[in-house]
């Protein structure tokens, strides 16, 4: 019996032994959080606050009990706030509203590049609290892009700023969230002004100026195109009466020519062979044939 109470006691360390480790591993794997690659950490607890002493580099760590930690990307980040509902962070439209200088109040999708340096997590911690990247990124890095998109814009007229401006505009947010965000810890890469959603006043606006443009551009082709024509109907002209002079000019010529060729062929058919007989005198030639020659008879 001692044997049997023996063993039964064994079996029940044993089995409460694995339990508590299963249980321990449990936890231990529960309360471990990974920072992934392209990111940085700082450890926080709900009661002590910040653990300042480092920065935390990917891999995983085991967190206590009220720890958590907060994740900042040192990669590149493409924030998108779109009109487009389908698109972007968030799964809603959230593009940005630009009034330019000729009062229009047009949408915008803007794309901001933005990371956070190493060196800066500290600074945004300290600027934004204990709160997600994402959360920074939908709230205040969106509302600094609003606020100097308005002032950006209002150096524009909006079809500057739809069209030929846009990226000379792009530029100049770029320079002022640079500016704005980096005493937060926030880098600035690149901004661009993106596709845009006019108002339906707007869009009747722009299609009466193509069209009001488009026929004046038609007018001004049609004009040079009759100016084309008369120069080429008197080039014609032209062309036509020097043609008929030349064909004149070269009618008369002939006619000289088959009148002479007529007479030459008339006087052939009527000469006998005989050079007619000129008497001398002074000043005249005298052509004499042979039988003046030699006796009349043409013999020696």
Known sequence: MKVLKTKSKLVGCVTGLVIITLLGWTYYRLNLQWIPAGYVGIRF????????????????????????????????????????????????????????????????????????????????????GPIPIETIQSQHIRRAVREES??????????????????????????????KLAAKGITIIQAMILNAYPSQDLVTKIHNNVNSVTGVQIATLNQQIATMQNQINVVNAQATQEAQRITGAGTVAKSLDIIDLELAEEAAKKWDGSLSRVEGGSNKTIILNGSNLFGGNGKK
């Open 45 to 128: 607890n709900a009661r002590s606050g910040a653990d300042r002493s480092k920065v935390y580099e990917p891999q995983a760590y085991f967190t206590g009990p009220f720890e958590q930690f907060y994740l900042y990307p040192t990669r590149i980040q493409n924030a998108v706030y779109t009109q487009d509902p389908s698109a972007g962070e968030s799964k809603s439209a959230d593009g940005i509203l630009i009034t330019t200088n000729d009062t229009a109040n047009t949408t915008f999708d803007v794309s901001v590049i933005y990371r956070i340096d190493k060196g800066d997590v500290f600074r945004a911690f300290d600027t934004f």
């Open 150 to 179: 308005s002032v950006v814009g209002n150096q524009y007229d909006v079809y500057a700023l739809m069209g030929p401006k846009r990226v000379e505009a792009s530029l100049k947010l770029s320079d002022r969230l640079k500016g």
